[in-house]
């Protein structure tokens, strides 16, 4: 009797709060995602890191055995400056033509703060420029926000909305379906077209990358991770490029139209009536109920507006006094005495007399 009771209590408990379980699951669930990624990388990446130690160490020891004059504390202190030079994007190893703050590649720099997709190669030097890059990005990232939805708001209406609705009135097919159709196109062919063939083309310039790192420098800067790891025209084979500012400056269009279409394909993603549903399992139902309410009083205020003032039709339909004359002529003529009537359709100059 008492474990029926538990039971009925801890499933009414359960359909009252449904949403804040669902909720708390997603938070969960999301969670073991996080501990499972990193013990994935940790147990891929640990190994690698070690034999690279190991590696730096044999080196340096090798280094320091072949030129005694040299003293561990001095080459402690030369790598110590290089790797921090090297942290602001100053390397030693024969490139001192390259300019990391001129023009065009202050431009890449800007657009990758904006778009916070921050490789970290290129970082500002002097105090003022920190501060500046802290004035600069507080005004400057909310307005790109604003402009990139604005952007992808008229690109999904026109790539995603009106096509899925044309479909739907030509081939009379589900709505559901024919979005999640039309997601899966849309998404193949932006991989395609940002992800893939520029992978080929970042394989042919850059010498020293294959295509899975030219995939996966694509990838990690259209979606905005930017790790740095990868950034093309900083590699050793940058001195076959003639032109290298055109290189950075195209490389700064792709990354901007990448970006606009990969917002546009998880939008279109995101109005999936699938997704819709799916989201409404976390939600509180009051919330929805009071959705609902709202939708409802705004449909009936709009239809409110469209429907005609009483006023204005009783207005119309109100019937006209014909003129005393005219009704004083007619009981002349006919020779009879009527009481004094309204006349039924006819109009004195269409007002009331």
């Known amino acids: 009797m008492v ?4 039971q009925d209590w801890c499933a009414q408990f359960a359909e009252r709060h449904q949403s804040m379980i669902n909720f708390a699951l997603l938070i969960f669930s999301y969670i073991l995602y996080l501990l499972i990624g990193a013990g994935i990388f940790s147990a891929i990446e640990l190994p690698y890191e070690r034999e690279l130690r190991q590696e730096l160490k044999a080196a340096k020891q090798d280094f320091l055995s072949n030129n005694t004059c040299v003293s561990d504390a001095q080459l402690e202190e030369l790598l110590a ?6 942290n602001y994007g100053v390397s030693v190893l024969g490139n001192d033509t390259i300019r990391n703050w001129d023009f065009v590649s202050s431009l890449f720099f800007t657009s990758t703060v904006l778009t916070t997709t921050g490789y970290g190669h290129t970082v500002p030097l002097s105090d003022v420029g920190k501060a500046f890059c802290i004035f600069y990005s507080l005004i400057g990232i909310p307005v790109t926000l604003f402009f990139l939805s604005t952007i992808v708001e008229r690109l999904v209406e026109l790539m995603s909305r009106r096509p899925v609705s044309y479909f739907h009135r030509r081939w009379a097919m589900s709505r559901p379906k024919l979005a999640v159709i039309h997601a899966v196109l849309l998404s193949t062919i932006m991989a395609l077209l ?8 970042f394989m042919a310039l850059e010498k020293d990358w294959n295509f899975l790192e030219s995939l996966y420098f694509c990838f990690i800067s259209l979606t905005t991770i930017g790790l740095g790891d990868y950034v093309p025209g900083e590699t050793h084979s940058k001195g076959d490029n003639p032109h290298p500012q055109l290189y950075r400056l195209a490389i700064t269009v792709y990354l901007l139209l990448g970006l606009v279409c990969v917002l546009v394909v998880l939008e279109t993603c995101y109005e999936l009536p699938q997704l819709k549903l799916l989201r409404r399992r976390f939600y509180k139902e009051k919330v929805r109920e009071l959705d609902t309410e709202t939708t409802n009083i705004i449909s009936r205020d709009q239809l409110s507006d469209q429907k005609p003032d009483p006023a204005d039709q009783m207005a119309t339909q109100l019937p006209v006094i014909s003129s005393v ?3 004083a002529d007619t009981l002349h003529q006919n020779g009879t005495s009527t009481p004094y009537t309204l006349a039924s359709g006819t109009a004195v100059n269409g007002k009331l007399r």
């Open 3 to 6: 474990t029926r009771r538990i």
């Open 81 to 86: 400056r290089a790797l921090e030079a090297s």
């Open 325 to 327: 004359s005219q009704q």
């Open 194 to 201: 940002f992800l893939f063939i520029p992978a080929l083309i």
